[in-house]
């Protein structure tokens, strides 16, 4: 067959076209591979940096928290030793008082032989344990020379004991003033990445929730199957509301510190969110709020859900403008921002939160926030 000289054209300009893109297509392909290598790479690191700033965060609150509770502990520790030094040093001086008074009374009933004892005597002690008033004092149950000296060791280790809890409390304050701002710096670089948009960043969050999401589901699970052994999941209650909205905007922190130390002796009814001072706090579902103001939880709300249960929100830096006892909030309604009031002035910016089933006793939130943060 005989090919005109545009069909020849035709078919020359199509091998052409075939043979050029037989050369660029491996170039094309290799490239690619090489640019999805390139990115896969890109997002490994920023995957790791992420995690690793989460982890730092991580680990100052764990550090702070430590050192908080602590205190706690050495304040209690030290109410405690002063009541018992002051309960033995009145018992000191009232051993004294009543030896003075066997004295007079040994003198009054003409006893000068037993006066003229309580005269050369070197201090009361002796007079209280000299033979001439021993059986008076015992009849009065005063306690021997032993007794008072036993009193005076123990005066002279608890006084020792509190100093150096004094000197180790102080210690503890400069602890928890460097774990703060070691949380406000590291916070401040988590807060640049929860704001990074681009596409290394995007995928590093992602992968982190992700990740969050299953190590929060494990620790849930195996909470649970602990939960089971108790009576009340024999009876088939649950203590973990999944409708709640979360809350605290992000950036958000926050561990299962239920239970840890407080002061006075009590222990943490709640669970503590950490967040950069002014960070949002959510009603984590509708109902009505009752302002609080002073005492430990500084600036607070109770809100009283129409669920029927009750959440305690403390220590916030400020109430949302508009907003009094007796107003009626939505579900995710911004209520407040963090802050650090109350007894937790001077420390770390965080939200406790309080988790009250049916507005009775608090239990534990953590299995909740989990859930729903």
């Known amino acids: 067959m005989r090919l ?43 995957l790791e940096e992420y995690v690793k700033v989460q982890e730092e965060v991580d680990m100052a609150i764990a550090s702070y928290e430590t050192i908080r509770s602590e205190i706690f502990d050495v304040e209690y520790r030290m109410d405690r030793l ?18 003075k008074k066997l004295a007079i009374e040994a003198y009054i009933s003409g006893s000068l032989g037993t006066f ?23 009849a009065v149950n005063v306690a021997s020379r032993g ?3 036993a009193l005076s060791r123990e005066l002279g280790r608890l006084t020792k004991d509190l100093d150096k809890d004094r000197d180790h409390l102080i210690n503890l304050e400069k602890d928890a003033t460097l774990a703060i701002a070691q949380i406000e ?4 670089v988590a807060l640049e990445w929860f704001e990074r948009e681009d596409a290394e960043a995007v995928s590093a969050k992602k992968e982190w929730k992700k990740e969050l999401r299953r190590k929060r589901e494990a620790e849930r699970v195996r909470r649970e199957k602990a939960a089971a052994r108790r009576a009340r999941q024999a009876a088939g209650k649950s203590n973990v509301y999944t409708y709640l909205r979360c809350p605290q905007a992000n950036p958000k922190w926050f561990r299962n510190d239920w239970g840890n130390p407080r002061s006075g002796g009590r222990t943490h009814k709640g669970n503590d969110i950490f ?34 249960n009750a959440y305690y929100y403390a220590h916030l830096d400020r109430w949302k ?18 802050g650090n ?14 988790l009250h089933p049916n507005g009775g006793r608090a239990i534990n939130p953590y299995p909740t926030l989990s859930a729903i943060c």
Do not use: C, M
Request: charged share 25%; proline share 2%; aromatic share 6%.
């Open 275 to 308: 967040s950069p001072k002014g960070t949002k706090i959510y009603a984590v579902t509708s109902g009505t709020l009752r302002k609080r103001t002073g005492g430990l939880g500084g600036n607070a709300w109770w809100l009283y859900g129409d669920d029927g």
């Open 4 to 46: 005109t000289p545009t069909i020849r054209r035709l078919l020359l300009l199509f091998t052409s076209v075939i043979l050029l893109g037989t050369l660029l297509i491996p170039g094309v392909y290799a490239q690619s591979k090489e640019e999805v290598e390139r990115e896969r790479a890109e997002a490994d690191r920023a």
């Open 185 to 188: 710096l590291v916070q401040t």
């Open 82 to 99: 002063e009541e018992r030094i002051t309960d033995d040093s009145t018992t000191a001086k009232e051993l004294e008082e009543t030896a």
């Open 321 to 338: 403008n508009g907003l009094e006892t007796g107003s009626h909030v939505k579900k995710g309604a911004v209520i407040a921002y963090v």
């Open 341 to 354: 009031t109350g007894n937790a002035t001077g420390g770390a910016n965080h939200t406790h939160f309080q």
């Open 116 to 138: 003229s004892v309580a005269l050369e005597a070197k201090n009361i002690q002796d007079v209280v344990t000299s033979q001439a008033l021993f059986e008076k004092a015992n």
């Open 147 to 149: 007794r008072l000296d």
